[in-house]
């Protein structure tokens, strides 16, 4: 019997497409009628396709992030969203809380409910994806890069910070500090490279103090800045790696009234009620990262046999000004 995939090259339309109408849920009446014609033309029945697609898993995508109260993953769980529900599926999320043990007993959910794929933000490089992956199962990995064998979207961490670092540069700050996360974290370990290639390039130092290793929260932000301003020569100007610890920046900064020190942040800061003169900001698009990941497994949910896939997104835009 022919693949979902195939019926979809055959018709001219996408595989989220073709699992609507197989599924009996509505679409353009076009696109309908270009889908069973696929299906007679290659000899397969409507009905007894579907039948085959719901035996192989249930109609539910898995969403495993670190911190559903961080915003950036409240964006990224709206695009995938948007894309599941459109081709049929319905979506759980799941929050590991950055704990790997946390992480795998919501995998091992998935593998044992018969979900349909995985989209996951991992806690660290090696995520335990084997069980799901012997079983065929379609898995995607978003913003951290693992080892594994799987489809992945993250952003090009090294050059969006060295990016957001020059914005400081050419703003004329000299003595510019980074807020970075945890060693054992990859993005934090790129943005702390990339923080320290923008200053090398301008020919300014990095000095070991100048670095700060903090969680991803808010109240980390502002101990790590309060840390930096009690510095005997503090900085003149800040990089924020993560948007929760850039408002934890900025409200050390607001606290003690430190109003001239530059501040850089990677991601948006939607907590804020008003603007920081300023402030350079650079959004990374999490919804976007979303619909990516969502589109690449439901494509691999339908059959679609192609190379493991690497998506790197870029920034949204140049840094401004808040």
Request: aromatic share 4%; with cysteine.
């Amino acid at each position: 019997m022919a693949r979902i995939v195939d019926v979809a090259a055959r018709a001219g339309v996408s595989t989220a497409t073709v699992s609507r109408v197989l599924n009996g849920k509505t679409v353009r009446a076009d696109l309908a009628k270009a889908v069973r014609r696929a299906t007679d033309e290659l000899g397969c029945s409507p009905d007894r396709t579907a039948r085959s697609l719901r035996r192989r898993h249930s109609d539910v995508i898995a969403l495993v992030v670190a911190d559903i109260e961080n915003p950036f993953f409240t964006s990224l769980a709206r695009g995938v969203e948007d894309v599941a529900r459109e081709a049929g599926y319905s979506v759980v999320l799941c929050n590991s809380d950055d704990d790997p043990t946390k992480e795998a007993r919501y995998l091992d959910i998935a593998y044992r409910e018969n979900m349909a794929g995985v989209i996951i933000a991992p806690a660290d490089g090696d995520p335990a994806l084997s069980p799901l992956l012997d079983r065929k199962r379609a898995v995607v990995v978003v913003d951290r890069p693992v080892t594994a064998a799987v489809d992945q979207v993250v952003f090009d961490n090294v050059t969006i910070s060295s990016r957001a670092t020059a914005a400081l540069v050419e703003r004329g700050y000299r003595r510019i500090a980074c807020l970075a996360g945890p060693t054992t974290t990859s993005t934090a370990n790129d943005r702390a490279e990339g923080w320290r290639r923008a200053l090398a390039a301008a020919g300014l130092a990095t000095p070991d103090e100048l670095l700060v290793r903090t969680t991803f929260r808010v109240g980390s932000g502002r101990e790590a800045m309060a840390e930096l301003l009690a510095l005997g020569s503090p900085p003149d100007a800040v990089l924020a790696t993560n948007n929760l610890v850039g408002i934890g920046a900025l409200q050390a900064l607001a606290e003690r009234g430190r109003g001239a020190v530059g501040v850089a942040v990677i991601g948006d800061l939607p907590f804020l009620t008003g603007a920081v003169d300023g402030l350079v900001l650079v959004p990374l698009g999490p919804r976007r990262m979303g619909t990516t990941a969502a589109r690449m497994l439901v494509e691999r949910i339908a059959g679609a046999e192609q190379p493991v896939r690497l998506v790197v997104q870029g920034v949204e835009d140049v840094p401004g000004r808040g």
